[in-house]
């Protein structure tokens, strides 16, 4: 199943998916372009992705996958 990535804002309580309203927390993936990784939130219950607009950048032990 391939969902499109929603953009997403978040409250303080980073626990409710805005599309279902599960409210027990997100399933985390990972998207890593260019060196920068971005964090997506998988909703558990209904597989929404959402991009909260976090990156992190220069994390140890990752290592470019093919060339
Ligand atoms: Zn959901």
């Not at 998207?31 to 964090?39: A, D, F, L």
């Not at 998988?42 to 060339?67: N, S, T, Y």
Request: include cysteine.
């Amino acid at each position: 199943m391939k969902k499109d990535i929603q953009k997403i804002d978040l409250d303080e309580s980073i626990d409710t998916c805005p599309s279902c309203g599960y409210t027990d927390g997100f399933h985390t993936s990972f998207k890593i372009q260019e060196g920068t990784i971005n964090i997506i939130l998988i909703c558990p219950q209904c597989h929404a992705r959402f991009d909260p607009g976090w990156e992190m950048e220069k994390l140890p032990r990752v290592r470019k996958l093919g060339h």
